[in-house]
């Protein structure tokens, strides 16, 4: 582990695996970075030589000025794994994190109360070993129905915008004269022509601005994409030398636009040709998806059946310090098939139709809109009424933040009595 990237706590997984007796325990409190998909090979490491007992994810603040989010691992040391061993699994929401930390409940009654069963060769089996313990046993055949073998990534390419804050101030290099973002500490090394630099001695600009300037062009910062509304508000000057804006065509609409930072997925299309930066990631269709409108991406990305199995394969449930999105967790999400979009002409039709009122309209989707949408959705990823009592109850309990709080205004009969 110690080759790849790692968090210390890692480290200790492995040395516990070298010193820990057959049929000893282990037990950890570490940061919940081990959730990550790239945490893949310390999961490995645990599944094949522990039989983890317990697994519960607390979430933020549960320790006085710890603000990272942490689990508890508990696990024994065996030489086999029974196929028919179930984890001991439970997550503290905000809600139940509250009454912890008011001493109104414990952790053993919590556990009691709170905790399910998940086997633990279900981890084995996840690509990357995913600890999908927010995905409970009795909801796994409606989550296989998401595995349509087509994924987001088979239809779209990503990338992501310039690399430069919101706030667009950069500084000029003395030397070679080139410019570059403004770097985080006072002492600096240039990125062009590597001489030693200072803050206090460099030139400095700032070339995002509120107010349109000659040759400025639109920009777009993560903050001004919510779930089909992306709006330029700022201006950015791209005539600085040094700076790596990417090439124009980059940003050539349409484009979609999923923001990185923040917790759910916040997705629309770009019609303006705006620019925008790395807290940005910009979709445009590949060659198989040449033939399908963009608006049925953004629909089906924007539907409640996709956040459902956002939050139940990553368990994005909550804020937390620096929460993201992954390109590779977007590319992953999955997407109807050729044959399964073919097969519903109409579906897909609607939704598009739809979304590209909503889209042109500059506006969020009316209720009915909505409805009609996630309808056609379901009918894309065969889902039935029963399937959204499972995916419309997930919701309930989150933190309410504003993706959250979007798919939260549909009942079941507002979707498919649509």
Not at 251 to 258: A, R
Not at 392 to 403: T, Y
Request: hydrophobic share 40%; proline share 4%.
């Amino acid at each position: 582990l110690y080759q790849a990237q790692f968090d210390t706590s890692d480290l200790f997984f492995e040395l516990s695996a070298n010193l820990v007796r057959p049929n000893g325990f282990i037990a950890f409190i570490v940061p919940d970075s081990i959730f990550n998909h790239d945490k893949q090979r310390v999961r490995q490491l645990i599944l094949k030589q522990f039989k983890i007992v317990l697994i519960a994810r607390l979430g933020e603040k549960i320790f006085p000025n710890i603000n990272r989010a942490c689990i508890v691992l508990i696990a024994q040391r065996v030489e086999k794994i029974q196929p028919s061993h179930a984890v001991t699994c439970f997550r503290l929401t905000p809600h139940l994190r509250k009454q912890i930390l008011s001493g109104q409940v414990g952790f053993q009654e919590l556990e009691d109360t709170h905790s399910y069963k998940i086997l633990q060769s279900r981890f084995s089996k996840n690509k990357d070993s995913l600890f999908n313990i927010d995905l409970r046993s009795e909801e796994e055949d409606l989550f296989n129905k998401f595995n349509t073998k087509s994924t987001i990534g088979d239809y779209l390419t990503s990338t992501r915008g310039v690399e430069l804050s919101k706030s667009g101030k950069i500084v000029q290099c003395s030397q070679c004269e080139s410019w570059m973002p403004l770097p985080t500490k006072e002492d600096f090394t240039c990125q062009h022509c590597k001489t030693k630099l200072s803050l206090q001695s460099v030139k400095t600009a700032s070339i995002i601005t509120p107010v349109k300037q000659k040759g400025a062009v639109p920009f777009i910062a993560g903050e001004h994409i919510h779930r089909y509304s992306a709006q330029s508000k700022l201006w950015l000057n791209a005539s600085y030398e040094g700076i790596n804006y990417k090439s124009a065509n980059t940003y050539q609409s349409p484009k979609l636009l999923v923001r990185k930072t923040g917790v759910g997925i916040s997705a629309s299309i770009d019609v303006s040709n705006a620019w925008t930066n790395q807290v940005v990631y910009i979709f445009k269709p590949l060659p198989l998806a040449k033939k399908l409108p963009l608006e049925l991406f953004l629909g089906i990305l924007n539907s409640r059946a996709l956040y459902y199995y956002l939050i139940k394969k990553h368990g994005e449930i909550e804020w937390r310090s620096h929460p993201y999105l992954t390109q590779k967790q977007i590319a992953e999400l999955p997407f109807p098939s050729l044959a399964q979009l073919s097969k519903n002409q109409k579906s897909v039709e609607i939704i598009s139709m739809h979304v590209g009122k909503i889209i042109a309209g500059q506006r969020q989707p009316t209720l009915k809109e909505d409805a009609w949408i996630e309808k056609e959705v379901a009918r894309l990823f065969n889902l039935t009424r029963e399937d959204y009592k499972l995916i419309l109850s997930s919701f309930v309990g989150l933190e309410q933040l504003a993706p959250v709080r979007a798919v939260s205004n549909l009942t079941i009969n507002d979707i498919f009595k649509s």
